[in-house]
């Protein structure tokens, strides 16, 4: 059996959506084979935040960041006769050739507002290497993968879409819900196409007498993009683990996702999975992870956006039946089914070579 390597870069990263994903992915795809390796530049520098028990990690020094991944990483490939490398975490290195790459949207084309230009420059001119020296290209969505072959020109047969999914962590100790809550919960950072500002502005100029909890961004991020934060009606978390992020979302009266731009979407499915019905934007990959188990709105749109969270604030039984439909829309994803799609792709992959 043929060792199959992991990028691991994204274990000394900051967990997010896309680190998340390589994450629940690698555990499980480590659960299920024998012959996986993960590659680290460092061992210590691993964030506190990724359990690596039962993962076969292994230190490959020399140097970190960018030049570990484009220099140091595909040396060691090449030395070890250019085995199967896989990357989950949108890069990799722009010309080894034996290799799966996970490009998880477009949104630095889509939407080069929300990033510095030093980023939009380097995704730019990494990813077409990426798309023509790779076996095969991991997306997270329909959409993405859409997207993806639209704008890049690459052929449709070589995009292969493996979905997100919600942590276990999530699902703990969840077996109902109270609906007493007096808050509604979002997770946004404060990128345009996160399209936070609009919500909290369309918020404040309401009149609604809500209380909005924000998770990610801190107050003095928030405050430095000319946002009003000192309205008792708006609270702003900053960024909390796992198991506080369960609990608030448990405790919401309704979660909202005002995004302009996902190549999926994964947190109105953790809050699905905590039992807490979902607002959400109709736009980009929505539809097709949430199908008809949220309440959509036009994210550009003031009144809709407002119109929305006040339906939810006064329909009860609206509020138990997204209850209901989310909980069976969580249940279509599942890492270990991910995982098993990621494998098949690894075979399928190694035995055309």
């Known amino acids: 059996m043929n060792t199959i390597y992991i990028n691991g870069r994204f274990l000394t990263q900051k967990l997010t959506g896309v680190q998340r994903f390589a994450y629940e992915l690698v555990l499980h795809l480590s659960r299920l084979r024998s012959d996986v390796i993960i590659l680290v530049p460092n061992i ?20 970190k960041g960018h030049y ?16 199967l490398l896989v990357n989950l975490c949108n890069t990799g290195p722009a010309f080894y050739k034996n290799q799966i790459v996970a490009l998880h949207d477009i ?53 292969f879409v493996i979905s997100n999914a919600v942590s276990e962590r999530f699902y703990e100790g969840i077996t109902s819900k109270n609906d007493d809550s007096e808050y509604f919960l979002t997770v946004s950072s404060i990128n345009h196409h996160k399209n936070i500002k ?12 809500i209380h909005l909890k924000i998770i990610g961004g801190t107050t003095q991020v928030f405050r430095n993009v000319n946002i009003d934060i000192n309205d008792p ?5 900053g960024h909390v683990n796992d198991d506080e992020l369960a609990k608030l ?4 009266k309704a979660f909202i996702f005002p995004s302009l731009y996902e190549g999926f979407g994964i947190p109105p499915l953790e809050a699905q999975s905590c ?16 199908h008809d188990s949220v309440l959509y709105f ?56």
């Open 44 to 63: 210590l520098s691993i964030q506190k935040e990724y359990p690596t028990k039962g993962l076969n990690i292994h230190e490959l020094t020399g140097g």
């Open 275 to 290: 039992l807490c019905p979902v607002i959400s934007s109709n736009r980009s990959a929505m539809k097709e992870v949430l």
């Open 68 to 83: 570990w991944e484009q220099i140091t990483l595909p040396l060691f490939m090449m030395r070890k006769k250019s085995r």
């Open 233 to 237: 009606r708006i609270s702003f978390l």
């Open 198 to 209: 609009r919500l909290i502005q369309a918020i404040l100029k309401s009149g609604l007498k």
């Open 298 to 353: 036009d994210p550009e749109c003031n009144y809709q956006i407002i119109k929305a969270i006040s339906l939810l604030n006064n329909d009860k039984e609206l509020r138990f039946m997204l209850t209901a439909k989310g909980r069976c829309n969580v249940r279509r994803f599942s890492w270990v089914s991910s995982a098993q799609k990621l494998s098949s792709l690894i075979d399928k992959v190694s035995f055309e070579r």
């Open 249 to 252: 979302y448990k405790g919401a």
């Open 107 to 159: 949104s630095y084309v889509r939407y080069p507002s929300s990033f510095s230009r030093k980023f939009c420059i380097f995704y730019s001119s990494l990813t077409p290497f990426l798309l023509r020296n790779s076996k095969a290209v991991i997306t997270v969505s329909n959409f993405s993968k859409n997207e993806i072959i639209k704008y890049y020109n690459h052929g449709k047969d070589n995009v």
